[in-house]
């Protein structure tokens, strides 16, 4: 039986698409091709395990056993040396990758604390990048037995050609897109703050180590 979200691709969000962009054949109409879950691990220089702890929730989290990247090259003011485990990552694809969407999509981002929605901000290409604060928000992981709090980014990669199918792609499959006017009534705000009272807060649709989604 084919993933729930790969079912509702093919029969309402296709259809959907074609009719909305005047696309002749179901094979232009784009679709993900894959999702790359990464995890840049603070502390790694410092600690080695980082990477084995984080790699480990990784795989919890996705089903697939993670690679690990290594730094490239030498950094001395970061103790940073050349093939240096820095971080873990999973590149997701078929079945695995529309379960994890699914899953993310109507599990995990409702699970998020105050949570108003990602934002739509596209690579140009097509292709779409959200971070996640914490590794807490996936019912995978065991509260009980992390041993460090580790945010990630999550890329969709699609066939879209421009950000506008890529959009309109996600958001029918449920990507949960903020209204349009939030982003601009938020840095109203903003501005409207004492400069003593600003605080930093983690903003939805940035890199990893936000505290809400992206």
């Given at each position: 039986?084919?993933?729930?979200?790969?079912?509702?691709?093919?029969?309402?969000?296709?259809?959907?698409?074609?009719?909305?962009?005047?696309?002749?054949?179901?094979?232009?109409?784009?679709?993900?091709?894959?999702?790359?879950?990464?995890?840049?691990?603070?502390?790694?220089?410092?600690?080695?395990?980082?990477?084995?702890?984080?790699?480990?929730?990784?795989?919890?989290?996705?089903?697939?056993?993670?690679?690990?990247?290594?730094?490239?090259?030498?950094?001395?003011?970061?103790?940073?040396?050349?093939?240096?485990?820095?971080?873990?990552?999973?590149?997701?694809?078929?079945?695995?990758?529309?379960?994890?969407?699914?899953?993310?999509?109507?599990?995990v981002l409702p699970r998020i604390?105050?949570?108003?929605?990602?934002?739509?901000?596209?690579?140009?290409?097509?292709?779409?990048?959200?971070?996640?604060?914490?590794?807490?928000?996936?019912?995978?992981?065991?509260?009980?037995?992390?041993?460090?709090?580790?945010?990630?980014?999550?890329?969709?990669?699609?066939?879209?050609?421009?950000?506008?199918?890529?959009?309109?792609?996600?958001?029918?499959?449920?990507?949960?897109?903020?209204?349009?006017?939030?982003?601009?009534?938020?840095?109203?705000?903003?501005?409207?703050?004492?400069?003593?009272?600003?605080?930093?807060?983690?903003?939805?649709?940035?890199?990893?180590?936000?505290?809400?989604?992206?």
């Open positions: 039986m084919p993933p729930r979200l790969k079912e509702k691709y093919r029969s309402q969000v296709i259809p959907k698409l074609k009719e909305r962009f005047s696309i002749q054949n179901d094979l232009a109409v784009p679709t993900l091709t894959k999702i790359v879950v990464n995890m840049g691990v603070s502390g790694a220089v410092e600690n080695k395990s980082k990477v084995d702890a984080a790699a480990k929730d990784l795989a919890a989290i996705t089903g697939q056993l993670p690679t690990i990247r290594k730094a490239k090259k030498n950094i001395s003011n970061f103790k940073l040396r050349e093939q240096m485990p820095i971080g873990c990552a999973v590149t997701l694809r078929s079945t695995r990758m529309w379960e994890f969407a699914d899953r993310l999509i109507s599990i604390r105050d949570f108003r929605g990602v934002k739509d901000r596209l690579d140009g290409r097509g292709n779409y990048t959200l971070g996640l604060g914490e590794q807490t928000v996936f019912p995978e992981i065991e509260l009980d037995k992390i041993e460090f709090t580790q945010g990630m980014d999550i890329t969709f990669v699609t066939t879209a050609k421009t950000d506008e199918l890529g959009y309109a792609l996600l958001k029918e499959l449920g990507m949960p897109f903020q209204p349009a006017g939030t982003v601009a009534a938020e840095k109203v705000k903003k501005k409207r703050r004492k400069p003593a009272a600003d605080k930093p807060a983690a903003e939805a649709g940035t890199p990893q180590g936000a505290s809400q989604a992206s």
